[in-house]
């Protein structure tokens, strides 16, 4: 069972950050997603970071409540972007999230996902392998390059994967696809707090996928995951990893297409492949170079971007508020002059596809936009 030390021990790599969030005069509140949708001054990112520092000192009970509060993030890092100091928050609460779960306290959805991940060894419960098998057959060999999807995406869309493994053929690209039984980065299980059952993917996925000149994926989580928690960690040996959207950027110009696109589209920036890996420009360059108009911009774009409301668990320990945040984007989306709505991240996609149906809104993939025209 977890005790008091132990909270303390897991926020001790956080203390600046606890320190200064819980002293700062609090110019990131309107940045939040969540603390738009809840209107509490207690769910800002600061309000949360002083709840935290207050149950590591002692002062009050880590309890249910306070397991409850610090799930709800979605870890989009808008507010470090109007933050004097460029404090990131979601570390800290991730570290709280994991002496919720040892505790037993963490919201009734997060345990449930721990067991569920443990009978199929991914989020959703499904045999992602066999879909990934029967989607490209042809790229099962070992090969210098790896595509790794993820989860969400074959779970969700596994129409897209087909897509995409077709455009990088077109492209000449000759690459292995990952089939392993869990095909997931381990970025659920950790931003949720299960970090022991995450300690056990890590061990088994980081043997699975070292010794590649070049790891793609479609989902910037994964990009992002294997960069910090694989690569840097030297947990895997790998030339690099990217997001498909920059190596397609890299190539496209120099394609020949069947047709460009007449529909304008507006582009979502998802968090994870804008703020957290800073690709921002590749995107808009693909569709530039496949629609005859360039991308429609929100007012809130690139690194002021408003979150999807799928990171950090969000969707998971608090559903409504999620859907609440991808609401608004799509009500930001009705107010342009854009036919489609595009972006480049599965659960992106998902939350704001989810959000959209009942205004008839249009989401796409870029993978969709690019296998139109070539």
């Not at 005790?3 to 956080?14: F, I, V």
Request: negative net charge; aromatic residues 10%.
């Amino acid at each position: 069972m977890a005790t008091d030390s132990d909270l303390q021990a897991l926020l001790k790599p956080y203390e600046r950050e606890i320190e200064y969030c819980s002293y700062c005069p609090k110019l990131c509140r309107f940045a939040c997603p969540v603390a738009l949708i809840t209107c509490s001054e207690v769910s800002t990112p600061t309000g949360k970071m002083t709840i935290l520092k207050l149950a590591r000192d002692g002062a009050i009970e880590f309890d249910t409540e306070v397991a409850e509060l610090i799930y709800q993030c979605s870890g989009c890092l808008a507010s470090r972007t109007y933050c004097e100091h460029q404090i990131e928050v979601i570390g800290a609460f991730e570290a709280g999230r994991a002496f919720a779960v040892d505790k037993g306290i963490a919201p009734k959805r997060v345990q449930e996902f721990g067991e569920r991940w443990q009978k199929k060894a991914n989020p959703y419960g499904d045999d992602l392998a066999e879909k990934i098998k029967k989607l490209a057959p042809n790229h099962l060999a070992k090969k210098n390059i790896l595509l790794f999807t993820g989860c969400t995406m074959p779970h969700f869309f596994p129409e897209r994967i087909e897509k995409l493994v077709k455009i990088l053929e077109k492209l000449g690209l000759d690459f292995q696809i990952f089939d392993g039984e869990r095909t997931c980065c381990g970025y659920p299980l950790y931003t949720s707090g299960h970090w022991k059952i995450y300690e056990e993917q890590k061990k088994w996925l980081s043997e699975k996928i070292t010794g590649y000149d070049l790891i793609l994926s479609p989902c910037p989580t994964c990009v992002w995951f294997l960069k910090e928690h694989y690569q840097k960690q030297g947990l895997i040996e790998v030339g690099e990893v990217r997001h498909t959207s920059e190596w397609l950027a890299s190539v496209m110009s120099g394609v020949e297409l069947k047709s460009k696109l007449l529909k304008k589209v507006a582009y979502h920036d998802p968090c994870h492949l804008g703020r957290y890996l800073g690709v921002y420009d590749e995107p808009r360059q693909i569709i530039a170079s496949i629609s005859e108009f360039p991308a429609v911009e929100f007012y809130e774009n690139k690194e002021d971007g408003f979150c999807c409301g799928g990171g950090g668990a969000l969707s998971l320990s608090h559903p409504q508020i999620a859907r609440e945040i991808a609401k608004k984007r799509i009500e930001d989306f009705k107010e342009l002059s854009a036919d489609l709505l595009a972006t480049s991240c599965p659960m992106c996609e998902r939350m704001l596809e989810r959000a959209g149906k009942e205004q008839n809104v249009e989401v796409v993939d870029l993978i969709d936009l690019i296998a139109q025209v070539i």
